[in-house]
T-cell receptor
Framework: NAGVTQTPKFQVLKTGQSMTLQCAQD?????MYWYRQDPGMGLRLIYY???????DKGEVPNGYNVSRLNKREFSLRLESAAPSQTSVYFC???????????FGQGTRLTVV | KQEVTQIPAALSVPEGENLVLNCSFT??????LQWFRQDPGKGLTSLLL?????REQTSGRLNASLDKSSGRSTLYIAASQPGDSATYLC????????????FGTGTLLAVQP
């Protein structure tokens, strides 16, 4: 019973490098989300996809892009990583808007 | 601005105690509210979802209450166990086109054996 799966679990990048965080869910959910968690600030929404084929900005989208590849997969791309993007990134999904959200185990990203 | 405050920030109790975690939110126009637990270095586990029309929701030893008009929710944990040690997060959902969850910074709970 996998739920929401994120890869990789850990990553270290140099400033200016790019990378893509992968997320897949096996619950046939319509909506998917990317959050970041920073100490003392709680989780903040980066981007979301209400349904397959749509994506929208959340609270902190600058420096990120997303792709809803299909219903199962939602990726987050950092085109040119900056130290301010050091954080723990969480992917989440829900059956539809305003329903229970389920989270992955997170990706701990360090940008040096 | 929609903000969520969780009090206390940290709590240490002996095993077996009943305890209450508090959550307050500035904007009462919520669709629902979700409580999560987060273990160190792990993801968030959903504990309870309480709809805006509900007053209470129960799951095992957990009971969440919601007073939407006053912008408050509480999570009651009965007969606490060391395995309950974790950070507990409250997240009201302001909905719209997104599951717009606004998170507090959590209450770090330690249950001493």
């Amino acid at each position: 019973n996998a739920g929401v799966t994120q890869t990789p679990k850990f990553q270290v990048l140099k400033t200016g490098q790019s990378m893509t965080l992968q997320c897949a869910q096996d619950m046939n959910h319509n909506s998917m989300y990317w959050y970041r968690q920073d100490p003392g600030m709680g989780l903040r929404l980066i981007y979301y996809s209400a349904s397959e084929g749509t994506t929208d900005k959340g609270e902190v989208p600058n420096g990120y892009n997303v792709s809803r590849l299909n219903k199962r997969e939602f990726s987050l791309r950092l085109e040119s990583a900056a130290p301010s993007q050091t954080s723990v990134y969480f992917c989440a999904s829900s059956a539809q808007e305003n329903t229970e959200a389920f989270f992955g185990q997170g990706t701990r990203l360090t940008v040096v | 601005k929609q903000e969520v405050t969780q009090i206390p920030a940290a709590l240490s109790v002996p095993e077996g105690e009943n305890l209450v975690l508090n959550c307050s939110f500035t904007d009462s126009a919520i669709y629902n509210l979700q409580w999560f637990r987060q273990d160190p270095g792990k993801g968030l586990t959903s504990l309870l979802l309480i709809q805006s029309s509900q007053r209470e929701q129960t799951s095992g030893r957990l009971n969440a209450s919601l007073d939407k008009s006053s912008g408050r929710s509480t999570l009651y944990i009965a007969a606490s166990q060391p395995g309950d040690s974790a950070t507990y997060l409250c997240a009201p959902n302001y909905g719209g086109a997104t599951n717009k969850l606004i998170f507090g910074t959590g209450t770090l709970l330690a249950v001493q054996p």
